[in-house]
């Protein structure tokens, strides 16, 4: 059993930046693999980013090259750093948890948390 608590959203001009936090309960964090997944208002759930166990990461690419997924296995702690943000950015950050390996579709994942709101003003 995993249990993801996030932090560090709020409201933020375009062109700004948050860090986005997601700790993690259980032994076995670093055997997960962890994404960020974001969902706007009458839009499906999408992701945005993640990150295995030794570091590899992925990124869509409506935010590659603005934000930045790491992880801290010793804190069982995985983080998301947003710059560059747009307007379109707006959304409810989950972070979530999965074995091992990546997977882009929400439904795959097993852990969620209850999810940060983001929102970017123009």
């Known amino acids: 059993q995993v249990q993801l608590v996030e932090s560090g959203g709020g409201l933020v001009q375009a062109g700004g930046s948050l860090r986005l936090s997601c700790a993690a309960s259980?032994?076995?964090?670093?055997?997960?693999?962890m994404g960020w997944f974001r969902q706007a208002p009458g839009k499906e759930r999408e992701f945005v980013s993640g990150i295995n166990s030794g570091g590899i990461t992925r990124y869509a690419d409506s935010v590659a090259g603005r934000f930045t997924i790491s992880r801290d296995n010793a804190k069982n702690t995985v983080y998301l750093q947003m710059n560059s943000l747009k307007p379109e950015d707006t959304a409810v950050y989950y972070c979530?948890?999965?074995?091992?390996?990546?997977?882009?579709?929400?439904?795959?994942?097993?852990?969620w948390g209850k999810g940060t709101q983001v929102t970017v003003s123009s």
């Open positions: 979530a948890a999965r074995p091992l390996f990546y997977s882009g579709s929400y439904y795959s994942y097993d852990y």
């Open positions: 259980g032994r076995t964090f670093s055997s997960y693999y």
